[in-house]
């Protein structure tokens, strides 16, 4: 039996084409609490990839959002950095919630929502310092009256 190839017509380009090369907010998100967590760790992208079966550069792309991360990744990830798969979705802006996984044009974010983004204390490099300095102390009475001293500072300079 011949058949013959039907040529089609090339779709029309739809608006959400253009931005096909952009990273989903979802996948940024993602790629930036794996990145945390491997930093609090102490692990490097390399030693992180080894122990998955990747590359440290496919460890990059998914810290960047460049590159999705499946569901099975996402739970070999939690196995190997020690937290529920719910982690890579906690602490979600709500710009990013809106978008519901779809892609987004970051040109079209605020600034205010943009430096919302940077501000996270937890991405600075000084509480990555002191979680892991905190984690050094191997006497846990030692670590609970540090973290005590540490509330009840904070709590005496919110109250003046």
Do not use: C, W
């Amino acid at each position: 039996m011949n058949k013959t190839a039907v040529k089609r017509k090339p779709r029309a380009p739809k608006p959400e084409d253009a931005l096909l090369g952009v990273p989903r907010a979802v996948d940024m998100h993602v790629g930036a609490r794996l990145r945390l967590r491997r930093t609090l760790l102490g692990i490097s992208q390399e030693k992180l990839g080894e122990s998955v079966g990747l590359t440290f550069q496919q460890i990059q792309k998914y810290e960047r959002g460049a590159n999705r991360v499946g569901a099975s990744r996402i739970y070999e990830f939690s196995r190997v950095l020690d937290v529920p798969v719910s982690y890579f979705f906690d602490d979600m802006n709500d710009v990013t919630k809106a978008t519901r996984g779809r892609r987004i044009d970051l040109k079209g974010l605020a600034d205010d929502d943009q430096a919302e983004l940077g501000s996270d204390p937890l991405a600075r490099r000084e509480t990555l310092e002191l979680v892991r300095a905190y984690y050094k102390i191997e006497d846990p009475k030692i670590r609970k009256r540090l973290f005590e001293l540490t509330k009840t500072l904070a709590n005496s300079q919110n109250a003046s």
